[in-house]
Each structure stands twice: as C-alpha cells, then as structure tokens.
C-alpha cells in the first residue's frame, strides 16, 4: 500500500513539473487586441501587439475564433497612391521583441461574423505559433471609425 501511495506521489509532483516547465518555456504573448466592427457582413481588422520574450524569434502563424467564419493574417501593401491587402502565412515576432499589428499594416482580417458584433463588447481570439505555441487574448470590439487602441 505505501509503494503504491509513493508512486502516486511521484507521478503527481512529475505531472506538476511537467506542467510548471511548460508554463516557464511559453515566450508568445498577446495586448492590446481589438477589433474594428464594420457594418453587416463586410470584414472586420483585428489588432493587437505579439511580443516574444525568448532567445528566437517565432512566427505567428494562424488566427482563429469561434465567432466568425474565417480569419487570416492579413497585410496592408503600399504602391505609390495606391494600398491593398495581401494575405500572408506567417509573420515574424522578434526574439526578446514585439510585432503590432495596426490599421495600414498587418492585421487579421475575421470574415463571416456569425453573430453581429457589438461595440464595447471582447470576442476572444486564439493566436497560433510556430512554437506550438496559442495564446488566446479578449479583443474589445470597437466603432468603425477607431483608428488605434
């Protein structure tokens, strides 16, 4: 009986120290996020500021979020009085560094709201590494005319 108690133990405080390490090795965080609600169906930008506090850098690679249909990274490009946007598979978050993503520059473009988005309200948003890594962070949806956070 005490071997098997010894064990349990064991297996318990290993269990903790496997989780204790995960938590010390996540470097990916995420502020400052909100959302710019258009009207209808029209797609709304998420921002936000990616910071990486490890000894390389790491890639955002993905977005999503269970209240719209699709989200991707997205990128503002300038060509003289000309901008568009083009979708980009991964963007690079500097080691011991920080990445925002602003209105004219990278943002998440979220499709497909599957319900209307109302202002002062936060819709999480889960950010994917290419650590293996996801952060979800509470994104304040705000008026179309917001221009920063």
Excluded at 63 to 85: I, K, P, R
Excluded at 124 to 131: E, G, N, Q, V
Aim: with cysteine.
């Amino acid at each position: 009986m005490k071997t098997s108690r010894n064990l349990l133990l064991a297996a318990l405080l290993c269990g903790s120290s496997i989780h204790a390490l995960a938590a010390a090795a996540a470097t990916a965080s995420v502020s400052d996020c909100w959302i710019r609600a258009l009207p209808g169906d029209l797609p709304s930008g998420g921002y936000f500021k990616a910071s990486n506090s490890g000894d390389q850098p790491v890639n955002l690679v993905g977005v999503g979020s269970d209240a719209f249909g699709m989200a991707m990274l997205h990128q503002t490009q300038s060509q003289g009085s000309m901008s568009s946007m083009a979708m980009v598979d991964q963007v690079a978050v500097p080691a011991h560094g920080s990445l925002v993503f602003a209105p004219g520059n990278y943002h998440v473009m979220l499709e497909h709201p599957k319900q209307p988005l109302q202002i002062g309200t936060t819709i999480p948003l889960t950010f994917s590494f290419s650590d293996g890594e996801k952060v979800t962070a509470a994104c304040a949806v705000k008026s179309a005319g917001t221009m920063s956070q």
